[in-house]
């Protein structure tokens, strides 16, 4: 059938061998101690190997300039000139995932090259599922070191899924 049931055989493929090990060792538990037992081990090596993921998720979709991406607005010919003059000092990090804790080190590691003066660094959030507090905490150091720097942060498309409106504002 489409689904293969021997845990053996997950352990010789790459790519289903951390899933073969976690049920050997459900299995395993299972049988020298009790199902419960078994069941809270199999759900923490889960949320540990899930946290494993999002922290090696890239955190940038994509980053560009502001010579080769413009907002949709309608320009005048000088604004599209000033736009094309300037767009150098326009970056856009376009984000994706999840911006938590493990991940917001990353975050600020990659903006640093960007803190510096008459420069503009844009966050666009359309792609991120959540912030926690550490996320936003650093979202408004960089914030703060654009500023002092003489540039400045821009966040775009926060959606109210982020819960981080009001929050950010403050």
């Not at 049931?5 to 061998?17: A, D, G, V």
């Not at 951390?18 to 459900?26: H, N, S, W």
């Not at 049988?31 to 069941?39: E, P």
């Amino acid at each position: 059938g489409m689904i293969n049931f021997n845990l053996i055989s997950w352990i010789t493929y790459k790519k289903s061998r951390i899933d073969g090990i976690i049920a050997l060792t459900v299995f395993a538990v299972t049988i020298s101690v009790n199902l419960v037992t078994a069941v809270g081990i199999g759900i923490l090596i889960s949320m540990l190997m899930y946290f494993r993921m999002q922290i090696k998720a890239p955190i940038i979709h994509v980053v560009r300039d502001g010579v080769h991406k413009h907002s949709l607005n309608v320009r005048t010919d000088e604004e599209k000139n000033i736009l094309h003059k300037n767009g150098s000092s326009i970056v856009m990090f376009e984000l994706r995932g999840n911006i938590f804790f493990a991940t917001a080190d990353k975050l600020l590691e990659l903006s640093e090259e960007y803190i510096k003066k008459d420069q503009y660094l844009i966050f666009n959030l359309l792609r991120v599922q959540f912030i926690d507090i550490s996320g936003i905490i650093l979202i408004l150091q960089i914030s703060s070191r654009m500023k002092k720097a003489g540039g400045e942060l821009i966040l775009c498309h926060m959606h109210n899924e982020l819960g981080i409106g009001r929050k950010i504002n403050k």
